[in-house]
């Protein structure tokens, strides 16, 4: 979806194209080439697009695209350079790993100048909350995308150096992670205190990749932990958590979180919980419904909002109460959960939660317009967070779709 959007204005300058008009056999390489080193943006961008899709002129494409890539046109060359990233990707052109890390280094542009990204999206529910959060370092930049995508273990200590040199260190970092020897998670653990949170954050990623638990455990679980820090980077902590017990020891993993369960701070608690029970842990889930119940509205909507991703049949019944919630945000969260357990007797309790919500929102919404103490109302009612009736199509659906499957 996000991808989709990034390359719309793309494709629009695609279609519009003379260029786009001839018939594909008859557009010779040559004449992309000439014109991808043109002056005209539009024929640049074009071309850079073009080439990529016509893999039986790989040798000759190829060394032509590394060669463009310190090209500048006399507008938006990071655009251009971002297409001829995509083209190297699609032809898998691995040798081209290197004159990219080279331009990353050089600082020249390789992020987008004038074309959207469309890294933006709008939540509306739950879901789209969820989707949202994952972790997608890469959306402005496609060379820095594709180094991720062909790098291997031979280019590792040249984007270290270029890290260390301070340059794009969030992004390389999460493909050092990908690609990385066990030794490199203490050079990525190293960058844990970074005073940029998109640089902690790829840290709480990267050490999910790499096979050292010994040292990324430890590191995790503080980043999780940490009262203060921003909450993306514990929930991508609270992530590789899960991926690493899933992959290794579950139960190891879950031993080392659980005097978590009793912290002071209540986030800590929540995140662990939800980490516990990805991981199967009995008392996550215990914890995590006794979370739906708290009396702050912030953590009762993540509380039914993990419900929802660990589909538990035995949290019905806490869900179920929640759909009365004072906070609407609490409600849509628990429509959510309903909807991915699954269970089709729900489906006249999520119509009716929304049919009560009625009249619940329409005065809030008056109280918001005649002036009453907007901060208080919104902390209240979770105002303008979700569309409840987006969720409740959404979860129907969801209940309907695993019905027709079984």
């Avoid at 990749?209 to 010994?214: F, S």
């Amino acid at each position: 979806m996000r991808e989709a959007a990034r390359r719309f204005l793309c494709c629009v300058i695609l279609l519009a194209s003379p260029t786009m008009v001839r018939a594909e056999g008859t557009t010779s390489v040559e004449k992309l080439l000439e014109d991808l080193r043109g002056s005209d943006y539009v024929q640049a961008l074009v071309a850079a697009e073009k080439l990529g899709r016509s893999p039986q002129h790989r040798a000759e494409i190829v060394p032509a695209l590394m060669e463009t890539l310190n090209h500048e046109w006399e507008r938006c060359s990071g655009d251009i350079r971002q297409a001829i990233a995509r083209s190297l990707g699609r032809l898998q052109a691995r040798e081209a790993v290197v004159p990219l890390l080279q331009l990353a280094r050089s600082g020249r542009g390789i992020e987008h100048d004038c074309a959207e990204c469309g890294g933006c999206f709008l939540v509306l529910t739950p879901a789209g909350e969820l989707f949202d959060r994952r972790y997608e370092p890469f959306l402005e930049s496609e060379v820095l995308s594709v180094i991720n995508e062909l790098a291997d273990f031979s280019h590792l200590k040249t984007m270290a150096d270029i890290v260390s040199e301070g340059k794009w260190k969030a992004q390389l970092i999460a493909t050092i992670g990908k690609v990385g020897h066990p030794r490199y998670a203490y050079f990525i653990g190293g960058y844990k205190d970074d005073e940029d949170e998109s640089v902690r954050r790829a840290v709480a990623h990267a050490l999910g990749l790499i096979k050292n638990d010994d040292f990324t455990l430890p590191v995790l679980i503080q980043l999780l932990s940490r009262t203060g820090e921003d909450f993306h980077v514990r929930w991508e902590a609270s992530n590789s958590l899960v991926a690493i017990g899933k992959r290794s020891d579950a139960q190891g993993v879950a031993k080392r979180l659980m005097n978590l369960l009793r912290d002071r701070e209540k986030l800590t608690v929540l995140l662990t919980a939800r980490t516990l029970a990805m991981l199967g842990a009995e008392e996550g889930l215990v914890k995590v419904r006794e979370m739906a119940r708290d009396e702050d509205p912030k953590m009762r909507v993540e509380a039914a909002m993990y419900l929802g991703e660990v589909t538990d049949r035995r949290s019905t019944d806490t869900l179920i109460k929640s759909l009365k919630d004072e906070n609407l945000a609490v409600r849509a969260c628990a429509v959510y959960a309903l909807g991915q357990i699954g269970d089709a007797s729900m489906i006249a309790s999520l119509e009716r939660a929304f049919e009560e919500s009625r009249d619940y929102m329409a005065e809030l919404e008056k109280q918001l317009k005649e002036g009453s103490s907007d901060e208080t109302l919104r902390q209240k009612y979770g105002s303008g967070v979700f569309d409840l009736r987006q969720t409740v199509r959404e979860a129907i659906e969801a209940i309907q779709e695993r019905a027709g499957k079984s």
